[in-house]
């Protein structure tokens, strides 16, 4: 009796591995980015706050994916031509810390994200654009846009 020599063809070996490999892989989480609106109304203190101090204090309103609204204090820290805002915004459900970024000197794009969340957003996640910065009105007005994710 003679020896055969079988062989495969390619294209049947390579589907039979990736479904055995996507079977042992862990499954990815699916992270969904949902739009959001945070529009505040505050009394700024009247002094040009540079060490971390309150600067704000007032309400917003948080719409889009999430929807909330509470008291909310602004620090304000300045480091050269950059000015760090700490707004912390108590909701009904849980507290959201969102950190902006204002370029004093370029008047660029003042980027926020989410530092720390308590309660229902302790995994929440975002990123996004100061839009409106009416530092100037009586009272402030100042609404953030982005996207949110609960990781």
Not at 32 to 39: D, G, P, Q
Not at 78 to 85: R, S, T
Request: positive net charge; contains cysteine.
């Amino acid at each position: 009796m003679r020896k055969r020599n079988i062989a495969l063809p390619l294209v049947v070996a390579v589907p039979a591995v990736a479904v055995l490999m996507s079977s042992c892989a862990p499954a990815a989480k699916n992270v969904a980015h949902s739009n959001l609106a945070v529009r505040c109304t505050e009394t700024l203190s009247g002094q040009d706050v540079t060490n971390g101090g309150v600067s704000g204090t007032g309400r917003c309103t948080i719409t889009g994916m999430l929807h909330d609204s509470g008291p909310a204090t602004d620090y304000r820290t300045q480091n050269g031509e950059e000015a760090l805002i700490r707004r912390v915004v108590a909701g009904a459900k849980g507290t959201i810390i969102f950190v902006i970024k204002i370029p004093l000197a370029s008047g660029n794009r003042e980027p926020w994200t989410i530092k720390s969340g308590t309660r229902t957003y302790a995994k929440l996640h975002g990123r996004g654009y100061q839009v409106v910065d009416n530092y100037t009105g009586t009272p402030a007005t100042f609404v953030l846009k982005g996207t949110v994710s609960h990781v």
